[in-house]
């Protein structure tokens, strides 16, 4: 008998986006000249740079000519795509980090699931709450964690909240927790850590033997001079950190796939006999036995990323989305909304009008101003209250939703 694994009748039935997919999909059945203006999933909408696609098309034709074909590339990743890492990422900002701690991957979804691949069972995770919903899925699909409750919190998990009331910065925990994950600048928030919060986090985690995963993955939205731009800018991290970065949000690679995770080699963790074991090891491990490595033709476009010419167009992506953010934060302050995030990340956080619950605004906004985004309960039990819309989207769209948001309001 073939048996499936029982953690994965845990998981709340319909993921988030789906039932968003299902209630716009019946309200545009039943009135089809509805123009629906979609903020809600976080996906880009620009086109790649030039500077990456000339790359890509030229790896193309090399890959054309028996002189210049590759087949299976490093299963950690090209040297010269981990060097301009390292060099682009890292030294500029006095970071020590060597290109054989760069793990080059096909997206940091995958890597912050596949990591736990390495971590045993009897781990206590913390997450923030709201949160990414991948961090505690794929918890839940490990094992680690038991029911669910019927505000959705698992038994297991240690959550520590994040809102308006603590400045959207978590207090540390109150028990004792080993794996820690941080996303900073913060999906579904946009909010983020001063140096000062994220240092008390890495002295937390020197202090408990505890490791933290540092999801970076909107990094190239910080626009504040306080914010750290990597968790290794931080004393101690190179002991305790683990940190995702995707070319998805800055370089538009959400359909084309390339990431990456920095593993230092100082980083470890304990056998249940108490031996210390080093993590990058164990990912090299699993990344050689379970991955085959990015095809040459992404990693020269995310390498095109780093030339002087991909560098100018990703800013003037990274600008073009946060002039929206911008547009989105300042109209709806304009007519009395509490809004957050939007400075730092392409996401803006809102307070919902009349304490209305997540899910009573989505109809609302959906029903009277064809407006769609995500509820934030939708992210965690600390996230009701909350609505997320998000800056990917045309000038135009973002333009339309403002006036729309001020007709509802107003
Ligand atoms: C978009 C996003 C990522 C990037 O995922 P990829 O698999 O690299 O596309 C990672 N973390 C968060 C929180 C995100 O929103």
Redesign the pocket.
Known sequence: MAHVNEHYFKLKAGYLFPEIARRVNSYCDSNPDADVIRLGI?DVTEPLPPAIVSAMHQAVDEMAQRSSFRGYGPEQGYDFLRNAIVEHDYQSRGIDIAADEIFV????????GNILDIFGPHNVVAITDPV?P?YVDTNVMAGRTGEADESGRFAGLVYLPIGAENGFTPDLPETPVDLIYL?YP??PTGTVLTREHLQQWVAYAQQNDALILY?A??EAYISEADVPHSIYELDGAREVAIE?R????NAG??GT???FTVVPKSLTGSREAGQRESIHALWNRRQSTKFNGVSYVIQQGAAAAYSDEGKQQIQELVAFYMTNARLLREGLEAVGIQVYGGVNAPYVWLKTPGEQSSWDFFDQLLEQSHLVGTPGSGFGASGEGYFRLSAFNSRENIEQAVKRFQSLVS
């Open positions: 976080g991957s096909d997206g940091s979804k995958c890597d912050s990414y991948v996303c913060n999906n999801d993955a909107y995702f995707s070319f998805s949000k690679f959400t796939r390339c990431a």
